[in-house]
């Protein structure tokens, strides 16, 4: 199995960047996709983007100010996040896919990223 636990979030001004980190423990090798997602409260879970071994690939509304990637030796997923506006504020989850266990679907608690003055 595989255990993911997110760190970095925190409250940063408009205009800011925030560096979340995913560390993942157990069998992280077999983890063939890496995702972030995002969710505000009342509103469902956002994917933010994801990498596999094509790259990493982002949703319209974080492309360009989002990077994704990924440190196999450290077994860590990242997201920077630079140009940080209002709606970006959310709880951030990671998320792996590891076909070859089961579950093959594994979640962080999250981590939650305030932007605001």
């Known amino acids: 199995q595989v255990q993911l636990a997110e760190s970095g979030g925190g409250l940063v001004q408009p205009g800011g960047s925030l560096k979340l980190t995913c560390w993942a423990t157990g069998e992280a090798a077999t983890i063939t996709v890496f995702r972030w997602y995002r969710q505000v409260p009342g509103k469902q879970r956002e994917l933010v983007g994801f990498i596999n071994n094509d790259g990493p690939t982002y949703a319209d509304a974080v492309r360009g100010r989002f990077t994704i990637s990924r440190d196999y030796i450290k077994s860590a997923l990242y997201l920077q996040m630079s140009s940080l506006k209002p709606e970006d504020t959310a709880v951030y989850y990671c998320?792996?896919?590891?076909?070859?266990?089961?579950?093959?679907?594994?979640w962080g608690l999250g981590t939650e990223v305030t932007v605001a003055s």
């Open positions: 998320n792996a896919q590891a076909p070859r266990l089961t579950p093959s679907e594994y």
